[in-house]
């Protein structure tokens, strides 16, 4: 899993010395994207390149994972799209209640954040998106839950130029049972994102029955096509109008929301993904 570890190195040469085969799974990482590029570079002209070119299998959780592989050298015919599962019992708690009440959110419908608080992740195009639109909803607010990586200082200034100090709510991260709840109570999730291979948490709020709202960066375009939300370009105008297109035909969210629920679970539950999985590994161990 993954690709640019100390851990996935030591395994290669381990599994090459005992001649046993392996299969790598990136998750979406092996874009030299962001930090620590020339890191990254040396990395792969040392090791990475080879551990991901001598793998017996090749899983990409999206299609569009599949060029990142091929820029590696990995032939199409030997890489299978297979992708990340959803367990719906750690969803089953709607308390809505309760977390609304934790938080100090009220009744006031709300718009939902989760993740990483990064450059890559996007909260500020949809800070952006959400104040420019805010006159249009003055009953709506926007809850980010996550960490936050040197970002906070610049949405608070945004958020205290708009004066929305009372409706936009920073509460860090969140797991277990509020994260259930949290889904649960959101009118609609918003996954922002500038880079993103499979957006697990687009899975969490299907599984909740929560509508979303995410850019065309996310590898998740199936969720316009089953009419479980929108999918938008990563800026600031696109977000702002998905947000609009969506709010202004609120009645329907929770029809969305069901499309998505029912999309979820015909595909991306762990029994059928795991299915996948064992087949791909019969495969490889009668070819050896």
């Not at 996935?8 to 979406?28: D, E, M, T």
């Not at 990586?149 to 277990?176: C, P, T, W, Y």
Request: hydrophobic share 40%; proline share 4%; net charge positive.
């Amino acid at each position: 899993m993954s690709h640019w570890t100390l851990l996935n190195a030591i395994i290669y040469f381990v599994a090459r010395r005992l001649g046993k085969p392996y299969v790598v799974c990136p998750a979406g990482v092996l874009m030299i994207y962001g930090r620590s590029r020339i890191l990254k570079n040396i990395y792969n002209w040392i090791i990475g390149k080879r551990i991901i070119l001598d793998a017996a299998g090749h899983i990409a959780i999206t299609t569009d994972e599949i060029l990142q592989f091929e820029s590696y050298g990995v032939k199409r015919d030997k890489i299978s799209v297979i992708p990340n599962g959803i367990n719906p019992i750690d969803f089953e708690d709607k308390n809505v209640i309760e977390f609304r009440s934790k938080y100090g959110l009220g009744d006031a419908p709300f718009i939902l954040f989760v993740g990483r608080m990064s450059p890559e992740k996007g909260p500020d195009l949809l800070l952006q998106a959400f104040c420019n639109v805010s006159d249009k909803y003055p009953l709506h607010h926007l809850v980010f839950a996550g960490t936050h990586q040197n970002m906070r200082s610049n949405l608070n200034k945004m958020v205290a130029d708009h004066s929305l100090e009372n409706r936009v709510h920073f509460i860090g991260h969140i797991g277990g049972h509020d994260k259930s709840r949290a889904y649960a109570a959101a009118e609609l999730l918003v996954i922002p994102s500038r880079h993103e291979a499979m957006s697990i948490v687009v899975l969490e709020a299907g599984i909740t029955g929560t509508p979303v709202l995410l850019t065309d960066q996310c590898g998740f375009n199936q969720v316009e096509g089953v009419d479980g939300g929108a999918v938008v370009s990563a800026s600031v105008e696109g977000l702002q109008t998905g947000l609009t297109g969506l709010l202004d035909a609120a009645p329907n969210l929770k029809i969305k929301g069901e499309n998505l629920r029912k999309f979820t679970i015909q595909n991306f539950l762990w029994q059928t993904v795991i299915k996948q999985h064992l087949e791909l590994y019969k495969k490889i161990l009668n070819r050896k």
